[in-house]
């Protein structure tokens, strides 16, 4: 039990990261605890929070979250509930109700400086397009996607890439997606094992791997090292775009279209 | 073509939710009787409908779930959206008093409160156009993003593996959180990728639903000091902006994971059970039948954005319900409040049934 607590302080530590906007909401609790007159408010704002915050902790509460078949990895969401900056910025409005320039230069200072800029990530960048993924994965898709949208193809791509290409066309397949790089999720997949675990690639073995699982295209860094030319290997170059080779395995798609002549005769 | 999608868009985000919203409207009282509100009360009533008829759906419908979504769910919307339109017509004529006027409390406040106001809308504005021009990636989308376009291209709702695009068995425990499924019918609705809804639409109208919603909240807390509101609005805003110190908090998914359900939960779910609680606990409130309601519909709805989300919810409102009808002296609150849980817990129920292997189609 102790352990579960101290596993639920961590969460609690991490949420809020230890942060000085933290120390805010608790100051700002800390005055409406004491001024705030407004029954209704004093429930939601004083004692709800605090209720949330020692029911977060209750070792119990972990364990019923979990057997109620959620994700513990989620176990953080509880604090959702706990409305910090409501709390800060109704406390603030109270204490500053009569000098409300000063409060608003006074908080807003405070926040600025206690928080963190929430645009400032690695994560942000430009977009290039409308659907907000890299426009070398939309050339990439055009490239490749199958010309009957009532078919569909298979492309291995690099990791860089795996996370958008399917939010841009569904009729595009692939061996494995993000499953394969998150790293607690431990899945194996042998096209991944082939393509990505080795410094240098085996081509003969990556085409096996590809070929059991039935995939048209591989997409591969240009700069992505392999033991042999592809192209050596019956690979044929279908294109180059913006740094990456798209090689198309003749055999296996020769293998799909004849499936896929069989469906539609069938139909 | 793009004025017609752009039209489709406001049409299907703000018109119809907007209609809907008038519905309940007659139930509240009459400060309550705004637009905000009505658009606040749109969007829960219009996720609560999305999970009636979506749920089934996807349980039952193994091929063209979404096209099948799509023909129940459209005639319904459009037909609470014209009830709403009659129901204010006939309530206005028969002498109810409603508060339209967007700009009346504005035009008597002070020229500092006006500035405070200017400043807030801004900072609104700033977080929009880093939305609209912004990427911000998250791995989550390679699951979210695909489960709309693959409901939207392939026609087929949850039963494909987003990652590689192969047929699955049912994925139970997103089944029942349409949120995607709802992206992809808005951008089915007006001939829009999927992907560009979530990305790049949905934040330029959820980001502005989310501070109606704090405007709201400023009200109730703030009762007669309407002086304070500007100010309260835009230290929330800024709030927002710096509130990043985690990856974990409300205020990170809230501008940099607008699309996602999650963040709806966290931002819009969450803020509206304490908004309903601050009203009803207001002294004086004669009209509590809409209030209820409203909760009601929240407590299933907030479904669609998260299955934590309706526990949560749930949670706070029977919590919530506990603090008042003690503190108040009225145990009718709380029974009232458990009463609102019933449709929530039905959810729940079915959640624990589908993730243990139970009733699954």
Redesign the interface.
Known sequence: MFGIFMESLVIFKLYTGLKLLLLLSLLAWGYLLVKERDKRIRLLLVYAPLFVILLFLFPVSRKVFVGAGLDGETYYRILWTVPMGLIFVYGACRLFAEHKRIGIGICGLLIVLCGNYVYKSQYISKAENLYHIPDTVIRICHRIAPENSDTHVSAVMPTELIHFVRQYDAGIHMPYGREMIVNQWSYYNAVYEAMEKPEVVEVDALLKAVREDYCQYIVMAKDRATDVDPLDRGLVLLDEIDGYYIYEDPVTAKVVEQWQEYYEDEE | MIVLKVLGLVFWLLVVPFCMGLLPLPLLERRLRTPGVALIAGYILMFTLFELVGIPVVLYALYNGFTTLIKIFTPIVLLCALAGIFVTWKSIKGGKAYDFSLLSGFRESSW?EKL?MGLFFLLVGFQLY?A????????D???Y??QA??A???DTLYR???????SSPLDVRHALALFPIWEAYIGSMCGV?A??IC??VVSLVLIPLTYVLYGQ?GKA???K?K??LP??L???A?????????I?????FF??RTWQG?SF??NFV??AV?WI??CL??EGTEERKGLWLLLTCLNFAGGASS??AI??SC??TA??GV??AF??RKPQVLVKAGLSCVPGGIY?LL??FL??GWLVP
């Not at chain 2, 494909?160 to 192969?166: A, D, F, I, M």
């Open positions: 500092e405070v880093m609209f021009t912004k990427a911000s990636f998250d791995g989308d390679a699951y993003g695909a376009l693959i939207q291209q392939l494909v593996n987003p990652y590689t695009g192969r990728h992907t560009i990305h790049s909240l807390l703030l009762g000091r002086d304070l100010m309260f835009f230290l929330i800024l709030w927002q902006v710096f509130g990043n110190i985690s974990y908090t409300t205020e990170t501008l940099t999650k939960a966290g969450i803020p304490i609680f601050l606990g207001k299955s934590l526990l949560l949670l706070m919590g919530y603090l008042f503190r108040q729940v959640y624990i993730t243990h």
